[in-house]
Nanobody, 127 residues
Framework: QVQLVESGGGLVQPGGSLRLSCAAS????????MAWFRQAPGREREFVAG????????YAANSVKGRFTVSRDNGKNMAYLQMNALEPEDTAVYSC????????????????????WGQGTQVTVSS
């Protein structure tokens, strides 16, 4: 069983930065396909960024490309989401997700691809 615990959310001004962390237990992050999703009030859950298992090739939604970077630290068994140039539209609950399979690239943006989820961490971008 894989458990995921997010941390690092908070209140930040527009243009600021935050780094979210996802601590994994039960399996190594290198053996998991991992992703970050977010959900704002009244909106559907949205794929933000992900990493494939193994080599860790990364993917990001067009809305965050150039601003957000997903990464992992195999030694610490952690995944991260570095968020720069934050905008009020980025306000949401951010959740870490993992799949024990080897999803194809086209399935990475879909929540149904992932078997395990963290509890989420709130990110609020406001002045």
């Amino acid at each position: 069983q894989v458990q995921l615990v997010e941390s690092g959310g908070g209140l930040v001004q527009p243009g600021g930065s935050l780094r979210l962390s996802c601590a994994a237990s039960g399996r190594t992050v290198s053996s998991l396909a991992m992703a970050w999703f977010r959900q704002a009030p009244g909106r559907e859950r949205e794929f933000v960024a992900g990493l494939k298992r193994g080599m860790g090739t990364t993917y990001a939604a067009n809305s965050v490309k150039g601003r957000f970077t997903v990464s992992r630290d195999n030694g610490k068994n952690m995944a991260y989401l570095q968020m720069n140039a934050l905008e009020p539209e980025d306000t949401a609950v951010y959740s870490c997700a993992a799949s024990s399979g080897s999803p194809i690239v086209s399935s990475l943006p879909y929540a149904s691809t992932y078997d395990y989820w963290g509890q989420g961490t709130q990110v609020t971008v406001s002045s």
